[in-house]
C-alpha cells in the first residue's frame, strides 16, 4: 500500500513564528498536494506540485509557502503564523486522473 | 465553474438500515469521480472510484456508488450501515488530464446502535 508520512502528528505554534510542515511519500508519485481541513469547508487545495523544484498555488495559497525539494519530500511552510491558519492539514500524493493517497493530518494550533 | 456540492452536512440513520449520500457535481469533461471516507482522526480512504464505462461501481464493505451523465450526480449507497460506518464521506471530482481536484464539503454521517 502507498505511503504519505506527516510529520508533526501535532504542533503548537506562536503567533508570528516560523511553521514547517513536513510530508514524505514513498508512492514516487509525481504529484503532491497540501490541503487544509476546516468544519463547513471540507478540504481547500493550499499548494500542489508536479514534480521536484516545483509548486503551484492553489486555492487558499496566501499566507502560505510550499517547498518540493525532492521527489519524496514536500514541505508547507507558515513564514508568520497566525490563529486563522489553526487547522488540520492534508497531505496527499498522486498520478494524473488517480486516487489520491492522504497522510494522517496534522493538527496546527497557532496561539 | 466546476464544483461539487453535498447537500447534506448530516445524515442519521439507524444501524442496518440503507443510506444514500447525495453528491452533485458540475464539470463540462469528462469526470474522473471518487468517494472516500474519513474515520475520526484519520486520513481520507478511498471507498471507490468512477472512471467510465458501469455506471454502477462497486467499493469496500459493500458501499457502491451510481454515475449519472444526465443529472451530474454520483450518489453513495449502501444496503444496511453499521455502526462502524459512522465518519466523514466526501465526493471528490478530478479534472481529467489535469492537477486539479476538487472536493465537496463533506456528508458527516451518524449512525444508531
Known amino acids: 500500500e502507498a505511503a504519505v508520512t506527516q510529520s508533526p502528528r501535532n504542533k503548537v505554534a506562536v503567533t508570528g513564528g516560523k511553521v514547517t510542515l513536513s510530508c514524505n511519500q514513498t508512492?514516487?508519485?509525481?504529484?503532491m498536494y497540501w490541503y487544509r481541513q476546516d468544519t463547513g469547508h471540507g478540504l481547500r487545495l493550499i499548494h500542489y506540485?508536479?514534480?521536484?523544484?516545483?509548486?503551484e498555488k492553489g486555492d487558499i495559497p496566501d499566507g502560505y509557502k510550499a517547498s518540493r525539494p525532492s521527489q519524496e519530500n514536500f514541505s508547507l511552510i507558515l513564514e508568520l503564523a497566525t490563529p486563522s491558519q489553526t487547522s488540520v492539514y492534508f497531505c496527499?500524493?498522486?498520478?494524473?486522473?488517480?486516487?489520491?493517497?492522504f497522510g494522517h493530518g496534522t493538527k496546527l494550533s497557532v496561539l | 465553474a466546476q464544483s461539487v456540492t453535498q447537500p447534506d452536512a448530516r445524515v442519521t440513520v439507524s444501524e442496518g438500515a440503507s443510506l444514500q449520500l447525495r453528491c452533485k457535481y458540475s464539470?463540462?469533461?469528462?469526470?474522473?469521480l471518487f468517494w472516500y471516507v474519513q474515520y475520526p482522526r484519520q486520513g481520507l480512504q478511498l471507498l471507490l472510484k468512477?472512471?467510465?464505462?458501469?455506471?454502477v461501481v462497486q467499493g469496500v464493505n459493500g458501499f457502491e456508488a451510481e454515475f449519472s451523465k444526465s443529472n451530474s450526480s454520483f450518489h453513495l449507497r449502501k444496503a444496511s450501515v453499521h455502526w462502524s460506518d459512522s465518519a466523514v464521506y466526501f465526493c471528490?471530482?478530478?479534472?481529467?488530464?489535469?492537477?486539479?481536484?476538487?472536493f465537496g464539503k463533506g456528508t458527516h454521517l451518524h449512525v444508531l446502535p
Open positions: 496527499a500524493s498522486g498520478e494524473r486522473n488517480e486516487r489520491l493517497f
Open positions: 508512492n514516487n508519485h509525481n504529484n
Open positions: 506540485s508536479y514534480g521536484a523544484g516545483s509548486t
Open positions: 464539470y463540462s469533461g469528462t469526470p474522473y
Open positions: 468512477y472512471y467510465s464505462g458501469d455506471p
Open positions: 471528490v471530482l478530478r479534472f481529467t488530464n489535469a492537477y486539479k481536484v476538487i
